[in-house]
């Protein structure tokens, strides 16, 4: 999760998760919210600022795209409310050359390293980095799922349909 001023991000292959603060005693109904493609701004109502610029990337903007919420109940927040707000990428890419470096691109924003981040759910869509290259590796980047020791029985058919022609071959002649 990196920090920006008056946020918090992380993201995933599939979405980009905000939490921004909001003063106390804040009510949805007093969230302006406006998502672009490649840019968010939030505002509070009476003109207070939180967060205006750039996007790192593209989002969809349809309804039903983005959900935001306000919550007061937040651990890291003493006192204040949260504005929990996830945005779905345009494009789904597990590759790091395409993650974003920052929430918002523009001065006094950080940057992350995207050569630094790994996918870690233990749902099947997820995966691990491509250069792991042991079982151990594995299951260190995936915890909490089951590693098979042998290949599966699935496996086992993909790899015998991949080699049917030869068979076919060597049985004609």
């Not at 001023?5 to 993201?11: A, I, N, R, S, V």
């Not at 989002?59 to 935001?68: A, F, I, N, R, S």
């Not at 869509?125 to 590693?147: C, F, H, K, S, Y």
Request: glycine letters at 8%; charged letters at 25%; aromatic letters at 6%.
């Amino acid at each position: 999760m990196a920090q920006g001023p008056g946020y918090t991000w992380d993201q995933t292959p599939e979405s980009v998760e905000a939490r921004l603060l909001l003063p106390a005693g804040c009510r949805p109904r007093d969230v302006l919210l406006e998502v672009r493609p490649r840019r968010l701004r939030v505002l509070l109502l009476g003109g207070a600022l939180l967060l205006d610029g750039a996007l790192g990337g593209e989002v969809l903007t349809q309804p039903g795209d983005y959900e935001w919420d306000c919550v007061d109940d937040a651990v890291d927040v003493e006192g204040g409310r949260l504005l929990l707000l996830t945005l779905t990428k345009r494009a789904v890419s597990f590759e790091l050359c395409d993650q974003w470096s920052c929430l918002i691109d523009g001065p006094g924003h950080p940057q992350v390293d995207v050569s630094r981040l790994q996918w870690q759910r233990t749902d099947r869509q997820w995966q691990p980095p491509r250069d792991a290259q042991t079982m151990a590796e594995v299951a260190q980047v995936l915890p909490g799922n089951r590693i098979l020791a042998e290949p599966s029985n699935l496996q086992r058919a993909a790899e015998e349909a991949s080699d049917w022609g030869s068979a076919w071959t060597r049985k004609q002649a």
